[in-house]
């Protein structure tokens, strides 16, 4: 009898734990609903789970480098950057996937809480955005150009491009700051494009 108490008790708890690991599972696989109200997107999540921080200004979407695209295991998705918010002189450019209205991914940032002053000055623009395999895995990797403004020296005003890599492994994407370091060190700043970045990287 004491034997088959230990056994009830025993697959009680086990069950505790697998019902406690599924509702964990269930709240990371809810998808992040978007809607629109006086030009936020704000990312909501679905009765019943804590409410995303996550909020996208409209007005900060940059229209004519987000672009809608097919990648591996995301099918078709809209590649959105993301502006600066107003006023905030050293936050950077940021990156996220969408689809059907929903916030499915944010990419990774380049500094410590995407911030600028200790890496390239201030934001300017996003020049071009490539999709292309850069590391021969028959994945779309992501290649951005970014302008940043460093108001040092006589050309201080003059934009300046820099690199950002994402590698794509299936259901994310890496930040590749390695070969980020390599084309800042060996590329020079007129040849920093989509093109000619891919041609470096293959003959690596």
């Avoid at 987000?66 to 809209?78: C, H, M, P, R, T």
Wanted: aromatic share 10%.
């Amino acid at each position: 009898m004491k034997k088959k108490m230990m056994l009830f008790a025993a697959a009680l708890l086990c069950g505790c734990l697998l019902a406690g690991c599924q509702k964990s599972k269930a709240d990371q696989l809810n998808p992040v609903i978007v809607t629109s109200e006086g030009g936020q997107i704000k990312a909501e999540s679905p009765s019943g789970v804590s409410q995303s921080e996550l909020s996208l200004d409209e007005k900060r979407i940059i229209p004519d480098q987000s672009f809608d695209v097919e990648l591996f295991d995301w099918d078709d998705v809209k590649f959105i950057s993301y502006g600066p918010e107003a006023g905030d002189d050293f936050e950077d450019v940021s990156f996220y996937l969408m689809k059907d209205s929903k916030v499915i991914y944010s990419f990774p940032y380049y500094c410590e809480n995407n911030k600028t002053d200790t890496y390239a000055g201030l934001f300017d623009s996003v020049e071009s955005v490539g999709f292309r395999d850069v590391n021969n895995d028959n994945l779309k990797d992501i290649i951005v150009i970014i302008n940043y403004i460093t108001g040092a020296g006589p050309q201080g005003m003059v934009p300046r491009p820099r690199a950002r890599i994402f590698l794509a492994d299936k259901k994310e994407f890496h930040l590749a700051k390695d070969l980020i370091e390599d084309l800042t060190e060996n590329m020079d700043e007129k040849d920093i494009n989509i093109d000619d970045i891919c041609e470096y990287l293959k003959n690596k």
